[in-house]
């Protein structure tokens, strides 16, 4: 089982007009080769998630073989972007430790408080709600520029990977976060993780 790194999660509200502004600017900005990322084989599972998995199995047996992205129009965009800010003003910040007494928990933040992770899955079970299908809503272990460990929500479009982050309300495109991007849920299988090209290290605990 490899180390775990603390991971340190705040959220902040821009409101949902900026968000908006911000992402059509990525948008224009990106080059066309790096608007997915690119995914490699079957790789470990995060322990939180392997725990959250045992208590809500049915999440993590769903299998997808026809997951093609989400198909991006001017509705789905103000619909990720609306969730996004939502739970990110909601959601108050508070560390595994202090809210469950462990250091690596990942839950639904149904007490109104949570981590990083914590808000990933809250937007994810919201936007699942509204009809994205779960192949396109993936959980998404990275780096922070400062080396912590790091979770977001990857929403799969045709238009590219975009980032769901409780870190800010602007929902980006995946090469435009400054973020090293490690592992994801594989589409097809939600209690299966794969590698993402480029990134080598365990930054949380995992099943191996």
């Keep these: 089982m490899a180390s775990s790194m603390g991971w340190r999660c705040a959220a902040r509200s ?21 608007l997915s990322m690119t995914v490699g084989g079957p790789t470990s599972q995060p322990i939180g998630h392997y725990d959250f998995c045992k208590i ?11 997951n093609k992205p989400e198909h991006m129009t001017g509705k789905l965009l103000r619909q990720i972007t609306a969730v996004d800010v939502s739970v ?3 959601i108050k910040p508070m560390s595994d430790m ?8 990942w839950a639904y933040p149904d007490d109104g408080f949570g981590d990083c992770e914590d808000y990933a899955l809250e937007k994810r079970r919201e936007l699942m709600t509204d009809g994205v299908a779960v192949a396109n809503l993936l959980m998404t272990v990275v780096r ?8 977001v929500l990857t ?7 975009f980032i769901l982050d409780n870190l800010t309300d602007k929902v980006r495109l995946w090469s435009q976060t400054g973020y ?3 592992k994801r849920q594989a589409s097809d299988n939600t209690g299966h993780w794969v590698s993402i090209l480029g990134g080598d290290e365990p930054l949380v605990s995992s099943v191996q």
């Design 144 to 151: 922070k520029p400062d080396g912590e460990g790091h979770a």
């Design 14 to 34: 821009l409101g949902l007009a900026i968000a908006l502004i911000a992402f059509a600017s990525a948008l224009s900005l990106a080059n066309a080769a790096s």
């Design 98 to 105: 202090d809210n469950y007494g462990k250091e690596e928990w």
């Design 180 to 182: 090293r991007y490690l």
């Design 88 to 90: 990110n003003t909601r």
């Design 155 to 161: 929403v799969r479009t045709d238009k590219g990977d």
């Design 56 to 66: 809500h199995p049915a999440e993590c047996s769903i299998r997808s073989p026809n």
